[in-house]
């Protein structure tokens, strides 16, 4: 079955760069018929979707709006993950982060999710 | 951006009893419309995608109905395991976006 193993650090300096990795097993990162996403989970802003990276014949990224002068998404089909880059973090950005799958079904659900990571931002 | 709500924002039922949850978006989303369960320190759970349909390994008491902007998950008798908290989700378009919760209790 499809498994997703989050990785780094829980705690980050503001002003600094977040930086997480999503660990794939028994899927494919360059998958035709999936996506991956990141999804984080705060208080304050309930769920919220970050974006997602996709490979048809080549690499795709869509960002949310909020965060797309901020954040990059690095597929390594080398080691199968995909990881999260998020600079110039705040105390804002202190939240439970999440890598998902977005399956072949064409629902666009996320039916596959990561263990979540809890990221603190110190001022 | 397409905005999700959620109603009850909480609510408190028995083991056995019927409950209704209510998502609706602020434009039609068709049928582009998915529902999760989570529970403290877990991640969220799929149990229904595309507004009706079971996710594998989901109990049948478990149901999800509407299209266009008004949706509804249904759980036939509450189990224990059941209490939780309760996102829907719009994946028609891009941001993605999810309700803001609706949180069972047990009475």
């Known amino acids: 079955q499809v498994e997703l193993q989050q990785s780094g650090p829980g705690l980050v300096k503001a002003s600094q760069t977040l930086s997480l990795s999503c660990a794939i097993s028994g899927d494919s990162v360059s998958g035709n018929s999936v996506t991956w996403n990141w999804i984080r989970q705060s208080p304050s802003r309930g769920l919220e979707w970050l974006g997602r990276?996709?490979?048809?014949?080549?690499?795709?990224?869509d960002y949310a709006v909020s965060v797309k002068s901020r954040i990059t998404f690095d597929p390594d089909t080398s080691m199968n993950q995909f990881s999260l880059h998020l600079n110039s973090v705040t105390p804002e950005d202190t939240a439970i982060y999440y890598c998902v799958r977005v399956g072949p079904r064409g629902s666009g659900s996320f039916d596959i999710w990561g263990q979540g990571t809890m990221v603190t931002v110190s001022s | 951006d397409i905005q999700m709500t959620q109603s009850p924002s909480s609510l408190s039922a028995s083991v056995g009893d019927r409950v209704t949850i209510t998502c609706r978006a602020s434009q039609s989303v068709s049928t582009y419309l998915n529902w999760y369960q989570q529970k403290p320190g877990k991640a969220p759970k799929l149990l229904i995608y595309?507004?009706?349909s079971l996710q594998s390994g989901v109990p049948s008491r478990f149901s999800g109905s509407g299209s266009g902007t008004d949706f509804t998950l249904s759980i036939s008798s509450l189990q224990p395991e059941d209490f939780a908290t309760y996102f829907c989700?719009?994946?028609?378009?891009?941001?993605?976006?999810f309700g803001p919760g609706t949180k069972v209790h047990i009475k």
């Open positions: 990276t996709y490979y048809r014949s080549k690499w795709f990224y």
């Open positions: 989700h719009q994946s028609y378009s891009t941001p993605f976006t």
């Open positions: 595309a507004a009706s």
